[in-house]
C-alpha cells in the first residue's frame, strides 16, 4: 500500500485494489493508495495515464458514463463509499469536485453559490444562507472582488474568478475533500498564482487531491505526489523526495521531460 503523508498523519482516503474499466478497457490496474487529511495530494502522468479517472473514482462520478464498472474499495473515514447502501448523490456531496474549464452556473453569483446548500436543505433562505455564500467566497478568495455585483452573472467573470467561483461552489457544500482536475490549466499566469495560494490555504480545513501535468505546480503546492502510469500507479511519496529521488526509473524519466 503506498501512502501520501508522514508518519503520524491521519489518513483520510484509502484505495484498496482498485480496478476500473471503460467497457473492456482497463484503465485502472490494482491502485493501492493512502492520502492523507489536510494534504494536497497531486496525481501526475501523462494524458490517458489514469489519474483522472481515478480521481472521478472518489466521488463515484465515473457511475455517470455508461459502460463502466469498479472493483475493489475506495474507503473514506473508515467506509467503502462502494457499498451497497451508500448513495452516490451523498458522496458527491461530502467530495467537492472543480474541473478543468471554469463551469459557473448560467446564474448570478449569489445563486451559483447558493444553489446546492439550499437544494440540499443544509441552510434556509435569507440571512442563513447570506452568511454561508459571503464565508465561502471568502474561503475562495473572491469576496472582495464580488460582495457589490451578487447579482450579477457568474459568466461575467474573468477565468480566473471563474475557477474560484466554482471554488467557492464546492466549499458551498461544507465537504471533507476536494478534488480538482487540473484546475488551472485554463488559466493566465497570474490566475494560477492566485489559485495555487488558495489551495495552500485551504488545506487548513480540507483534503485536496490535484491531478496536475504541470510537473512545477506540483512541486510547488502538493506535499505528496503521486505517479500514474498506464492506469498503474507506480509510486507515491512526499513530493520533494519523489522528485528529487525517484524510486521508479519510469518516474524518473517523466519528471525529468524525457517523455509525457
Not at 490496474?29 to 489536510?38: V, Y
Amino acid at each position: 500500500m503506498k501512502s501520501s503523508g508522514r508518519e503520524g498523519d491521519t489518513i483520510k482516503i484509502i484505495s484498496e485494489n482498485l480496478d476500473f474499466y471503460y467497457g473492456d478497457h482497463q484503465a485502472l490496474k490494482n491502485i493501492n493508495l493512502q492520502m492523507a487529511n489536510n494534504r494536497i495530494t497531486a496525481l501526475i502522468g501523462p494524458s490517458g495515464c489514469g489519474n483522472s479517472t481515478f480521481l472521478r473514482c472518489l466521488n463515484r462520478m465515473n457511475d455517470l458514463i455508461d459502460h463502466t464498472r469498479v472493483s475493489g474499495r475506495i474507503v473514506i473515514e473508515g467506509k467503502n463509499i462502494y457499498d451497497s447502501d451508500v448513495d452516490e448523490v451523498a458522496v458527491r456531496k461530502r467530495i467537492g469536485m472543480v474541473f478543468q474549464q471554469p463551469n459557473p452556473f448560467p446564474k448570478s453569483i449569489y445563486e451559483n453559490v447558493a444553489y446546492a446548500p439550499l437544494k440540499h436543505g443544509l441552510v434556509k433562505k435569507g440571512t442563513e444562507c447570506d452568511a454561508l455564500v459571503e464565508e465561502a467566497l471568502q474561503a475562495a478568495g473572491l469576496w472582495a472582488e464580488v460582495k457589490d455585483k451578487l447579482s450579477q452573472p457568474g459568466t461575467g467573470l474573468s477565468g480566473g474568478q471563474q475557477q474560484r467561483l466554482c471554488i467557492a461552489r464546492a466549499i458551498a457544500i461544507r465537504p471533507d475533500v476536494i478534488l480538482m482536475d487540473e484546475p488551472t490549466s485554463a488559466l493566465d499566469p497570474i490566475s494560477t498564482g492566485v489559485i495555487e495560494q488558495l489551495m495552500l490555504s485551504l488545506k487548513q480545513r480540507y483534503t485536496i487531491v490535484i491531478v496536475t501535468h504541470n510537473m512545477q505546480q506540483a512541486r510547488r503546492i502538493a506535499d505528496d505526489t503521486a505517479h500514474f502510469h498506464l492506469g498503474e500507479l507506480l509510486e507515491c511519496q512526499a513530493t520533494e523526495q519523489l522528485f528529487n529521488d525517484p524510486q521508479n526509473t519510469i518516474t524518473r524519466d517523466y519528471i525529468s521531460g524525457r517523455f509525457g
